[in-house]
């Protein structure tokens, strides 16, 4: 076990950023607190000593200017990689993001060329209250010219953001912070995880659980649990959110007649009412049960950790959803 | 006036343009043959053409939803504006962009923006792109009085000045955003005070006064090629029409004679007057070259209307590309 190389899912990051900057001086990074400090979840740390100050920028707080900054750059032959802490602070940006970026090469006639990626911290679950903490990748897949990407695990983790360096599209990565510290084997070299490509992290043939980010390592932990009970799980992390890999979804659908999914963010209106409506419409009669859902409750992310606890799916809610879906048919 | 007498001719010739496509513009409006919205930029032409003439072809500006001027002023074509402005196929954005998002990448124009004060970070994105690159070029954004009240405008201020990078922030007073006049929303006479809040040097010139802005531009870019950082330049000009449309006068938010003041003013008549007083141009040569451009416009306009509408299937085209990019 010794010689894996074992990276985690915060460094898996960082090796991504830095194999890309060396291999491409367009590149440069901006955000804030990324340069010396690097990064307040230390993503970034060492860049700026390696790349200098004038390729890992550290801005004032401003998230429309920093965005801005990434648009403009993009727009004229850079390919910037822009941070913004946390996924909450979107919200502030949001004009930049939804009105400027996703929009630009439309608006121009297609002459425009967007190769900005977007990186932020997702997820709750460090007890960071309703600021912090937040889940919003449901308002980010609903428009057009995004893309948007949310690994689960290391090795995802750096596949998935070479593939986000490399677009020509405006990317948004979230990365969970929950899951900065989870360490697995990445290998050195560089490579790169398709957008848009599903991940079945685990075959099965009772029943689909579609999962991305941190749920999908709570619904692994639930299906080995099931297993015992000789309930087998198909487990399908999407990886990219936007596009979505609708083909594998509906292919696991189809086989196992069963689907539930889960995330963390709210359950109305997110990404789990747009993959069960597409299931609905192309595999209905394939299935014996209607989609189920597991979700936050329609509330803020709570402080207290007594709250917050019971607010987040995780194991044992899926292991139990998943045992409730099992028993229809 | 001590510029060359071929700067002159290009500060006046950029005015004409300008002037002529708004008011075809215009008149195609009034007999309904534009869809959507129309900001025209008539009475504000000197600070387009005198900012524009201070810049090479390779250097970047961001625009607004008052945006046509900017890319006349940069060198737009009118075929292909007209074409847009009318939603054809042959459009400067494939008739997707309209007048509101109306942009040549070649020329430099990142676009006209439908959000007020969403250019400015643009710019400054533009600017560290050419300071990263070194290769001397220079941002400048457009704007309004209005837009340096959204926070977008101060963000990109105040960035621009952290990172001191060469952009110019051109600001079109023309005493109103939207319909609520400039005393009504802010506190402060003259948007130039603004300036030393972000560190930068900024001056007022008289924005109906295109050598004025020529002459101020060409200060700032200066100093922006010369690394010497952002600089602020406040005109002082007027709308002759309506925040959109084409009227002009009767308007509930404006006086009349406040309309009238300002057009005794006109900046491309007061121009050619001072032209012609100096010897530099004469009376019928000026008329030749509004006949000249006014007989391009007509071949614009007829460019547009036989152009071919886009097809439904357009609809899905270039929301994302699948080309990729970045060394490896």
């Known amino acids: 076990m010794s010689d894996v190389r074992k990276l985690t899912y915060g460094g898996a990051f960082n090796e991504a950023v830095r194999q890309a900057m060396e291999a491409d001086e ?26 200098g100050a004038h390729r890992v920028v550290d801005t004032p707080i401003s998230e429309q200017a920093i965005v801005g900054l990434g648009i403009g750059a993009a727009v004229t032959g850079l390919r910037p990689i822009v941070d913004l802490m946390f996924m909450d602070f979107i919200c502030v940006a949001f004009d930049q993001i939804v009105n400027q970026a996703a929009k630009l090469k439309y608006m121009f006639g297609g002459e425009a060329t967007m190769p900005l990626t977007i990186t932020t911290g997702g997820g709750a679950g460090l007890s960071a209250a309703a600021q912090h903490s937040q889940s919003l990748e449901a308002i980010l897949c609903h428009i057009p010219g995004l893309k948007v990407v949310y690994p689960s695990n290391p090795y995802d983790m750096k596949g998935l953001m070479t593939a986000c360096i490399r677009e020509n599209n405006p990317t948004i990565m979230v990365k969970h912070k929950r899951l900065l510290g989870m360490s697995a084997h990445v290998p050195e070299e560089n490579y790169e995880i398709p957008l848009g490509k599903a991940n079945i992290m685990r075959a099965g043939t009772d029943v689909t659980v579609i999962a991305y980010g941190r749920m999908a390592n709570e619904t692994l932990v639930a299906a080995e649990k099931l297993a015992a009970d000789g309930i087998e799980c198909e487990v399908i992390d999407p990886r990219t959110l936007q596009p979505l890999d609708t083909d594998s979804i509906v292919e696991s659908a189809r086989k196992t007649h069963k689907v539930l999914v889960v995330h963390e963010a709210v359950k109305f209106g997110g ?20 989609v189920a859902r597991i979700g936050a409750p329609f509330s803020p992310v709570p402080f207290s950790p007594a709250l917050e606890q ?11 959803g998943i045992r409730n879906l099992v028993q229809r048919s | 006036m001590d510029l060359s007498p071929p700067v002159q001719f290009d500060l006046h010739r950029r005015m ?10 215009g008149r195609l409006a009034e007999a309904n043959k534009l869809p959507g919205f129309l900001h025209l930029y008539v009475g504000e032409e000197a600070v387009a053409a005198g900012v524009c003439a201070a810049l090479n072809d390779d250097d970047h500006i961001t625009s607004t939803h008052r945006g046509h001027g900017h890319l006349v002023a940069k060198g737009g074509d009118f075929n292909r504006m007209m074409a847009e402005l009318m939603g054809k196929s042959t459009g400067m954005c494939k008739g997707k962009g309209g007048s509101m998002h109306i942009s040549d990448l070649s020329l430099g124009m990142l676009g006209a923006n439908g959000i007020v004060g ?48 060469p952009i110019v922030f051109a600001c079109e007073n023309n005493e109103y955003g939207e319909f609520t006049p400039r005393s009504a929303t802010m506190a402060i006479t003259d948007i130039v005070d603004r300036a030393a809040g972000y560190g930068m040097p900024g001056v007022i010139i008289d924005g109906m006064d295109v050598v004025a802005v020529h002459e101020a531009t060409l200060e700032a870019v200066a100093r922006a090629r010369a690394g010497g950082g952002p600089s602020l330049i406040e005109a002082k000009t007027y709308r002759f029409y309506n925040h959109h449309g084409i009227q002009n ?16 003013r006109d900046p491309i008549f007061t121009f050619e007057d001072r032209m012609i007083e100096n010897g530099t141009m004469t ?11 006014r007989g391009e416009i007509d071949v614009a306009i007829k460019f547009a209307e036989d152009s071919p509408l886009p ?14 990019g970045a060394a490896q």
């Open chain 2, 16 to 25: 004409v343009r300008i002037r002529v496509f708004e008011e075809a513009a």
């Open chain 1, 26 to 51: 367009n590149i440069f990074c901006a955000g804030e607190d990324i340069g010396a400090f690097g990064g307040v979840f230390g993503t970034y740390l060492g860049l700026q000593a390696k790349f």
């Open chain 1, 310 to 320: 019971h607010y987040l799916p995780d194991a044992a809610s899926i292991e139990a």
């Open chain 2, 249 to 264: 006068l009767g308007l509930k938010y404006r006086p009349d004679d406040e309309v009238a003041r300002w057009k005794e």
């Open chain 2, 311 to 324: 097809t439904p299937d357009q609809i899905l085209v270039d929301v994302y590309t699948s080309m990729t």
């Open chain 2, 283 to 293: 009376r019928d040569r000026v008329d030749e070259i509004w006949a000249g451009l």
């Open chain 2, 118 to 165: 969403a250019g400015s970070p643009i710019a400054v994105g533009a600017a560290f792109a050419n300071k990263y690159r070194g290769r001397g070029q220079v941002a400048v954004a457009f704007f309004g009085d209005g837009a340096t009240n959204i926070g977008a405008f101060h963000e990109a201020a105040n960035m621009a000045c952290a990172l001191h990078l």
């Open chain 1, 271 to 290: 990404l789990g009412a747009e993959i069960a409506s597409q299931i609905h419409e192309l595999a209905f009669d394939y299935l014996d049960a209607p």
